[in-house]
């Protein structure tokens, strides 16, 4: 365990490491702060740039992105009530009462150090779990990674987003792009439609970058509205080790509830931000500050989202399965570097999983100290003009796209999918379970079919065995709760009208 | 959404249709397990199918969700999206370095900035910086085109 340690912290003091770390953190800070670029888009518009990196410096670049943005959200969430990513959402409510009250510096100085805690607090939730849960993924065979992943879509589909039917849908598209391209068991090619691009499928990145960036672009074209310019001059003020103590009840809340929603797919800490918010609203001693200026209200859910970014890697290096959007866009970077999450990640290259754990404490760190510098250049980005801006950002994506493979075809890959994905949007479908969808479906499907190769084509073998029943059942019960508890509500609501109308 | 879920529903139901049918244009290899490379793609279809069936039926008894979508401002968003197919089109024939400023000076304008100063500025600025970073530090071979 320690000498892994010890190879993980070779390659992410190495100089080079640490440069691209630091470039990492300082994007996800100046691309958080923007309105409309969340924690994964800034991942997303990045990837491109970390092809030719060794696979663990790219990993480590990326996770830097995603510490940074979390961070950089709740500056223009705290200077003009606007969540720079969705994750900082709940920190608008007090951030921008203290901001009225002048207390702006202290609201940024709480988010950052409370940020950094959550984030080093869950590398080691990151550590203590991941790896002896990659001893339990040993044990696991095809049909419990067929349950797993089936289960994981069951869950994004229903959970995220309201509306149960639309959600499948969404999962169910993203696995159909899936299987575009050469079958992997039998070499054969299968919906390419004669074209010779698309033998080797639609590449994950493009459609990652389509779907989370295009069409986040393309609805602040059509629908954002504009946000306000961040006027006058701002510092960060760190609280004083007194404040920091009365804070310590809102930030324990924010590690658990960061802890569990990182663990299952989904969000990108936005739930684990407001649940948290809502109980540290509860547990608090001066729950009448909240809504007013409380600086409790923006340690839990800025503590919560930090979490979030180590506890979603826990389910991806051990089964592959992502716990949140930044998690599925590190996915796509593994794959795409020839990396396979799962126990033999462990076994085979610790230096790339090490190296992750140390290279996010770093990540940290660097963090807190940009938190204090990058705070005035993040204002002048979010000050740009939004033609100016979101001109560059088509431009760097199509740039991107191109250089995935120096073709044409990516570039035309993500502009369809990014309408597609901005269509799903607008009529209330769910952008993220597509993603899990196209994400998962090689290893569904591979994984169904291995399972009845082995089983002699008897499907039972999914119910025989213990984990994989157990993992199904969780996964039809999560697809009919939404259903019982309509049919409970609309229940309910007849009985409260029948008095009336007799 | 419920006239918008209604045409969804039928244009999925329509895709899941084309799918299910070209699965059985799939050839199948020698070396293939059971199922085969069609038997997913087929149970996928019949899902989809029956979800968007979900989807008609529902919208169809008035029980999905009554709101409408917020408007949107539909000239600017088909003027960028007319200006980004225009440039994947034109891109291999003119080239990054031509094509490039002026998909910029295209949509900086489309979106209603008409400082010319600074939509000449960010559309060559950006490029250069572009191609800085993909063709000179990644290597990257762009679109040459008429250069």
Known sequence: ?502 | MRRADFYIGLGLLAVALVYFQQSFSILRGFASDRLGPAFFPRMLALLLAALALTLIIRAGAGRSDPSRPPTIRAGMLAAVLGVLVLYAAVLPALGFLIATPLMLAAIIWSLGLRAWASLAAAALGVTVVLWFVFARMLHVLLPPGLL
């Open chain 1, 1 to 502: 365990m320690l000498e892994r340690f010890a190879l993980g912290a070779e390659i992410a003091f190495q100089p080079l490491s640490l440069l691209m770390m630091l470039l990492g953190v300082a994007w996800g800070i100046l691309g958080g702060a923007l309105p409309g670029i969340s924690g994964s888009i800034a991942m997303a518009l990045l990837l491109p740039l970390t092809f030719g990196m060794n696979p663990a410096v790219a990993l480590m670049m990326l996770a830097g992105v995603y510490i940074g943005a979390m961070y950089g959200g709740s500056i223009t969430a705290i200077l003009i009530s606007t969540p720079g990513t969705p994750g900082a959402a709940a920190t608008v409510i007090d951030g921008y009462a203290l901001h009225k009250k002048g207390m702006s510096g202290k609201a940024l100085g709480v988010s950052l150090i409370t940020g950094t805690i959550g984030g080093i607090v869950s590398v080691f939730i990151l550590v203590a779990l991941a790896v002896p849960l990659s001893k339990v993924a040993l044990a696991f065979g095809p049909p419990e990674y067929f349950a797993l992943g089936a289960f994981g879509l069951a869950l994004i589909s229903s959970f995220v987003g309201r509306d149960l039917v639309k959600g499948a849908i969404s999962a169910v598209l993203g696995l159909i792009i899936a299987t575009a391209g050469t079958d992997p068991f039998s070499g054969t090619p299968r919906f390419t439609f004669g074209a010779i691009d698309l033998l080797s499928g639609v590449e994950l990145v493009a459609g990652m970058i389509g779907l989370f960036a295009v069409s986040e672009m393309l609805h602040q074209i059509a629908e954002g509205s504009a946000w306000e310019r961040i006027k006058g001059k701002f510092t960060t003020n760190l609280p004083t080790l007194v404040e920091l103590w009365r804070l310590r009840i809102a930030t324990f809340i924010g590690i658990v509830m960061g802890t569990i929603e990182g663990l299952l797919p989904g969000g990108g800490g936005a739930i684990a931000a407001f649940i948290s918010y809502n109980e540290a609203k509860r547990w608090s001693k001066h729950p009448e500050e909240f809504g007013h200026g409380s600086l409790e209200g923006i340690a839990a859910p800025e503590t919560a989202n930090n979490v979030v970014t180590g506890t979603a890697m826990i389910p991806l290096l051990t089964f592959g399965i992502p716990g949140s959007n930044g998690a599925a866009i590190m996915l796509a970077a593994m794959l795409l570097h020839g990396i396979r999450p799962g126990p033999q990640l462990f076994q085979g290259t610790p230096q790339i999983v090490y190296g992750l754990f140390v290279g996010m404490l770093i990540a940290n760190v660097m963090m807190l100290v940009l938190g204090f510098i990058a705070l005035r250049p993040s204002i002048a980005i979010v000050n740009v003009r939004p033609p100016l801006l979101y001109a560059s950002i088509l431009a760097l994506v199509l740039v991107g796209a191109y250089s995935i493979s120096n073709r044409m075809f990516e570039v035309w890959v993500v502009l369809i999918t990014g309408i597609i994905g901005y269509g799903m949007r607008r009529f209330g479908f769910n952008i993220l379970a597509t993603v899990l969808g196209l994400v998962l479906g090689f290893m569904v499907e591979a994984n169904l079919r291995r399972s009845l190769l082995i089983s002699l084509g008897n499907p039972w073998v999914f119910f025989t065995r213990p984990i994989s029943a157990g993992l199904l059942a969780f996964a039809i019960f999560t697809l009919l709760w939404p259903i019982v508890r309509q049919v409970r509500d609309d229940r309910r609501a007849r009985r409260a009208l029948a008095p009336t109308q007799a």
